[in-house]
């Protein structure tokens, strides 16, 4: 038995309590529940309300209605959704996570390049070879891939970050609209980016952790991308070694990124419109984002690589906010490449 709010995981071996525990999925009171079901003791309950897989219902809520869910942050949330966050990310679970290769004693991997579809192929080479010169953006897109190790001798500068986030993150526009729920619905506001972002929610927030920069102190800041400034958070020493030791061994690196963005979400924002596709949708946009960093950072002459691991926990503990409200869905390793020897820096 598990929940994404909890911090535990809990094996069930007897089915008395297997069933016990299954008609708990309704609210009811403790002295009817024990009666009723000669439950065998208020030490388990206790336990699972320690854990969080259990909750009081507060005053005024209404037995069976979803907003009773112990915590309103998590009304927003599709119960999948949180699953799925919880699951893969560091933090509040305890599965092996990452590259374990895990079917390739079952099977070969797929190839790399998919197999051609029958019929008669059109080809396209002699119509490229017909067109114009590569434009800029062309030959940016194939100067682009990963870098992951960084010359320290040579940190990355403050301005050289400001160029980045001013050319990738910064708030191009703020406006209000009525929402597409009708003459009745509410008004949204709106603040568009440089993305593409699903519904424009632009729920993404950057966060760095700044090992060494200059003209920054090393810390943890929050990026004020309607500001375009950095502001400095309080985080406990350990966590931000932490923090980038980890982004360190997540992409193989000789030592640890010069910068670290952190990308973190505003789950609500997307939430609060869509269902069953929200956290899919944010997804999607951290990795157009990435994708922008990318080029972003090769275009200032920059190096940077994008990280799939995050550790939900210790953000919370960084920032205050509460895992369901805020809380990181991807990282991007920035600082001042070594040029790779090969054409294989994707790999990861």
Known sequence: MESPR???????????????????????????YRKERGFPGLELLGLLMDCQILFKLREGDTDGLRPS????????????????????????????????????????????????????????????AAATAPSPFATLLDARHSIRDFDDGHPIALG??????????????????????????????????????????????????????EGLARGFY????????????????????????????????SGVPQILIVIAARFGRVSWKYSSVAYSLILKDVGV?????????????LGGCAIGTNNIDRFARMTGL?????GPVGQFALGRGITPSSDDSDLG
């Open 6 to 32: 909890a911090g535990a995981l809990f094996r069930i071996a007897d089915p008395k309590i297997a069933a016990a525990l299954a008609a708990l999925s309704t609210p009811q009171k403790i002295s009817r």
């Open 289 to 301: 984002l990435m994708q922008t960093l990318y080029l972003a950072a090769t275009d200032i002459g």
């Open 69 to 128: 869910e112990g915590d309103p942050n998590l009304v927003l949330w599709d119960f999948h959704d949180l699953l799925f966050h919880t699951h893969s990310t560091e933090g509040r679970q305890a599965n092996p996570l990452g590259g374990l290769y895990s079917y390739s004693d079952l099977m070969a991997p797929l190839p790399a390049v998919r197999s051609p579809w029958p019929g008669q192929a059109i080809d396209l080479n002699s119509a490229s």
């Open 222 to 253: 929050h990026y004020d991308a309607d500001r375009h400034a950095l502001t400095p958070i309080e985080a406990r020493p350990q966590d931000l070694d932490g923090q980038l030791s980890d982004a360190e061994f997540a992409i193989g690196a």
């Open 160 to 213: 050289e970050v400001a160029t980045l986030l001013q050319t990738a993150a910064r708030v191009r526009a703020k406006w209000t609209a009525p929402s597409d729920m009708g003459e009745d619905g509410p008004e949204v506001s709106y603040a568009a980016r440089p993305y593409p972002s699903g519904g424009a929610a632009y729920e993404l927030e950057l966060y760095l952790a700044v090992n060494t920069c």
């Open 322 to 326: 509460e895992f369901s409200v805020e």
